[in-house]
């Protein structure tokens, strides 16, 4: 039974942490609609890779959703170390950002948008005890 409560303890945790997040809201908004892929895993899906908590949302065809999304993420930006910013015609395309800690977590967000024929955005949640670099390292590492 403790063993229970802790462990819905450290998921209410780790929940409240991305939530305190205006990326929370894309999730949230985009997450359930037709055409849109969410994924969001915790626990022991994710122990081999070191990670607490994987988040991702890629969104295709929503000029709408990819300006929501940026606007979100600019608000989460106070505070939060860029690793990495892509810009093209002065609009993030890629963009790395190391958050505040959340307890001993590490957070990451991770957004990449593409404009080929059509536009799609992909934005990821990252959380960890492992530092930013490894968890780059892990998730960028050619396969």
Partial sequence: MLTFL????????????????????????????KGVIMVDLSGEMLENYKLN???????KNDPDAATFARKC???????????????SNGIPT???????????????????????????????YIESKEDAESILKLLLRKR
């Fill in 53 to 59: 908590r994987f988040k991702s949302i890629t969104i």
């Fill in 73 to 87: 993420m600019e608000r989460d930006q106070a505070g939060a170390k860029k690793i990495k910013e892509v810009l």
């Fill in 94 to 124: 890629s963009l790395y950002l190391q958050l505040p800690k959340s307890g001993s977590e590490n957070r990451l967000i991770l957004y990449n948008e593409s404009r080929n024929n059509e536009i799609q955005i992909t934005l990821i």
């Fill in 6 to 33: 802790l462990m819905l303890f450290l998921t209410l945790g780790s929940i409240q942490a991305q939530n305190d997040l205006f990326i929370s809201k894309v999730f949230d908004t985009y997450g359930k609609r």
